[in-house]
């Protein structure tokens, strides 16, 4: 089983700052993105960040480019996502998502099966 947990949501004045962390646990073999998505109210999820592990390569949503920024720490699991400048656009839960892959089995009888996995998501919302 894994789990991706987040936290690092809350209440923040526009023009304020808050950093998510999203932990990644359970019977991981690798790691291949973790990323941010976000929904507000009545709209449609939205992809926020996502960062590749084994290149490092990030894109961002153009709403957020220059004011957020994703990182992660391979060892840990852990990605984060630092966000800046923010505007009551912003107000939304935000949730984790990655591409892991768990393995089962040994040697030549190794079967390695990758899913998208889901966090439960953190509000943040941002006051004008």
């Known amino acids: 089983q894994v789990y991706l947990v987040e936290s690092g949501g809350g209440l923040v004045q526009a023009g304020g700052s808050l950093r998510l962390s999203c932990t990644a646990s359970?019977?991981?073999?690798?790691?291949?993105?973790m990323g941010w998505h976000r929904q507000a109210p009545g709209k449609q999820r939205e992809l926020v960040a996502r960062?590749?592990?084994?290149?490092?390569?990030?894109n961002y949503a153009d709403a957020v480019k220059g004011r957020f920024a994703i990182s992660r720490d391979n060892a840990k699991n852990i990605t984060y996502l630092d966000m800046h400048d923010l505007t009551p656009e912003d107000t939304a839960v935000y949730s984790c998502?990655?591409?892991?892959?768990?393995?089962?089995?040994?040697?030549?009888?190794?079967?390695?099966?990758?899913?998208?996995?889901w966090g439960q998501g953190t509000q943040v919302t941002v006051s004008s």
């Open positions: 998502n990655a591409d892991i892959t768990t393995a089962s089995g040994q040697g030549n009888q190794m079967v390695r099966v990758m899913k998208e996995y």
């Open positions: 359970g019977g991981i073999f690798s790691i291949q993105t």
């Open positions: 960062v590749i592990s084994s290149s490092g390569r990030t």
